[in-house]
């Protein structure tokens, strides 16, 4: 019997759908959802990293593979390479393959680019989490950091956020903040101001939504910055201090095992130093998607969210784009099995 792979290269990913954030967000709630309800396999994700002097910091690979119940009724896996050295030689700092498996026979279905999907489904992570746990009113976001996650991040504010009326983005290179300020303004529906670094805790002190998007490897925001009201998501790596996070009325993550597994956020430090619980977390996001524990309460609250990140979210978007270029006739179908 004769098996076909489709084939789906960067162009026909674009073409498809990758960046449509308003379906990205659906995938991903979708996904956190039937991983709280049991409807779904997410293994721990896998992390090479090596020779740290000669490559320096966020150098890895991730397989993050898993399966999607539900709608999707898919299996697959995310590979993906992180190396902050290749924005200078024009290659993004994340490339990213996806592989998508028959749920019945476990044969491949389709390889496609990830790179897109990756960008977007963590923007998508971070644009769920203000939907549960922003308040209704946000009017002001501070981005720290004005890399390409940050775009993402800024988008799906937008769309759960209508509300939002000033975007200020602060980074290590003032220029790059300030292209990153030229880049967005036109695209989303606001202004965007680009604030010089030693500036950001005053915005952060004004903020209803902060979202921190680094690869620094020690703490920039401290729980001072945090005032009543406002939600922090950290997406980056060791970003704010202990006393950040410990400063939240509440502190939610998309899932604890994997967070506390990577290693790689403050909460997950703490965790790990002995200094915090698994009582210390309030929720897993999908939690608060399915009603089993409310998300934002009153408009005093502060909440810390770090979504760390799971392959059942890109696969749910993979899910998506291929049906539809099969649907379409879109992409290379590859010979597998004769």
């Known amino acids: 019997m004769e098996w076909k792979i489709l084939y789906l290269d960067q162009r026909d990913v674009d073409a498809l759908g990758a960046q449509d954030m308003a379906a990205a967000l659906t995938d991903v709630e979708n996904a956190m959802s039937l991983g709280e309800k049991g409807d779904a396999i997410h293994p721990i994700k ?5 020779d740290p002097d000669r490559y320096g910091p966020a150098n890895r690979i991730n397989s993050m593979p898993g399966y999607l119940g ?20 024009g290659f993004p700092r994340a490339s990213a393959l996806t592989i998508l498996n028959d749920p019945e026979t476990k044969l491949p279905l389709c390889i496609l680019d ?11 992570s971070g644009g769920v989490g203000i939907r549960y746990l922003a308040k209704e009113t946000a009017q002001t976001l501070v981005l720290i950091g004005a890399g ?3 775009r993402t991040q800024l988008e799906a504010a937008t769309l759960v956020r209508p509300s939002l009326k000033q975007c200020y983005v602060a980074d290590i290179l003032p220029e790059r903040a300030a292209a990153f300020a030229r880049d967005m303004t036109g695209t989303v529906s606001f202004p965007v101001q680009a604030v010089p ?3 950001l805790k005053d915005y952060c002190q004004r903020a209803d939504i902060i979202i921190s998007a680094t690869v620094s490897a020690t703490p920039i925001l401290d729980a001072d910055w945090l005032n009543p009201g406002v939600l922090y998501i950290q997406i980056g790596g060791y970003e704010c201090t202990y006393d950040a996070v410990w400063k939240a009325d509440k502190r939610v993550v998309d899932e604890w095992l994997h967070v506390i597994h990577r290693k790689a956020t403050t909460i997950a430090f703490l965790y790990a130093d002995g200094l915090l619980h ?8 999908g939690e608060i998607c399915n009603g089993k524990k409310p998300g934002r309460e009153n408009d005093q609250e502060i909440i810390y969210y770090n979504p760390v990140g799971m392959g059942n979210e890109d696969i749910a978007i993979a899910t998506r784009l291929y049906r539809k270029a099969k649907a379409e006739g879109v992409g290379l179908w590859l010979n597998y099995w004769y």
């Open 114 to 124: 990830g790179t897109a999907i990756s960008a977007v489904r963590t923007g998508a």
């Open 278 to 285: 698994d009582a210390d977390v309030y929720a897993d996001l």
């Open 46 to 50: 896998g992390v090479m990293e090596w």
């Open 148 to 150: 390409a996650q940050s």
């Open 197 to 199: 670094m030693e500036a």
């Open 70 to 89: 539900g709608s999707y009724q898919m299996a697959g896996i995310k590979w993906i390479g992180s190396n902050p050295q290749n924005v200078a030689n």
